[in-house]
């Protein structure tokens, strides 16, 4: 079964709007990860956020974790074309340090 | 490029036929991730190797078993095979497999069971 869940599924915004997505968890983590995929490719690494931290920034990304509700959120600021791709959150339980994938978020930026 | 190696890239066959996928981590990695990655059901992780030895165990069929050489290379060896086992497989690698340490992708073995 998937730890986290992103939401929403898909997400369409004019070029230089704000994208945001979220991602929901079910049991205590380590940290949490996002992860962006282009179209069937690998996924390439964003952003790292411990359980112990609430926001990071890293370029136009901000990420922030909630651990009360077991929830994050990455936001895109002022997006591009090449933005387009699928975002993943990863969690890594405490319980059994597993790195676990969700179902993912399909952005798409409009010209 | 990731430094993560995978092979082959495309891989078409049979259902009941068996198949191998070999990945090659970064240089200095110890641990393999193995991934199975279809449209209904996401990113599913499969199993972690760390220098040689089995880490961690997911959603893994029996038919399906894994191997890290001792040079670090890693195996994923699929059996009997079904038309639903058609997905994009991905291999990803981190330095020592502990938690905080991000994960390094392979560009995926598509596999096509007819």
């Known amino acids: 079964s998937q730890q986290g869940e992103e939401d929403p599924q898909a997400l369409s915004i004019q070029e230089g709007e704000n994208a945001t997505m979220n991602c929901s968890y079910k049991t205590s983590i380590n940290n949490l990860q996002w992860y962006r995929q282009n179209s069937g490719r690998g996924l390439v690494h964003l952003i790292l956020?411990?359980?112990?931290?609430r926001e990071k920034h890293s370029g136009r990304l901000r990420v922030t974790l909630d651990t009360s509700k077991k929830s994050s959120s990455l936001l895109i600021t002022a997006s591009r074309a090449a933005d387009t791709a699928s975002y993943f959150c990863a969690t890594d339980a405490k319980r059994d340090d597993k790195i676990i994938f969700g179902k993912g978020t399909r952005l798409h930026i409009l010209p | 490029d990731s430094g993560v190696t995978q092979t082959p890239k495309h891989l078409i066959t049979a259902t009941g036929q068996r198949v191998t996928l070999r990945c090659s981590p970064r240089s200095g990695d110890l641990s393999v991730y193995w991934y199975q990655q279809s449209l209904d059901q996401g990113l599913q992780f499969l199993i972690q190797?760390?220098?040689?030895?089995?880490?961690a165990k997911g959603n893994i069929l029996e038919r399906f078993s894994a191997q890290q050489f001792p040079d670090l290379h890693s195996e994923l060896n699929l059996s009997s095979l079904e038309l639903g086992d058609s997905a994009l497989y991905f291999c990803?690698?981190?330095?020592?497999?502990?938690?905080?340490?991000?994960?390094?992708f392979g560009s995926g073995t598509q596999l096509s069971v007819l």
């Open positions: 190797y760390y220098n040689g030895e089995e880490r």
């Open positions: 956020i411990r359980s112990n931290e």
């Open positions: 990803a690698s981190s330095m020592m497999g502990r938690d905080s340490e991000k994960l390094f």
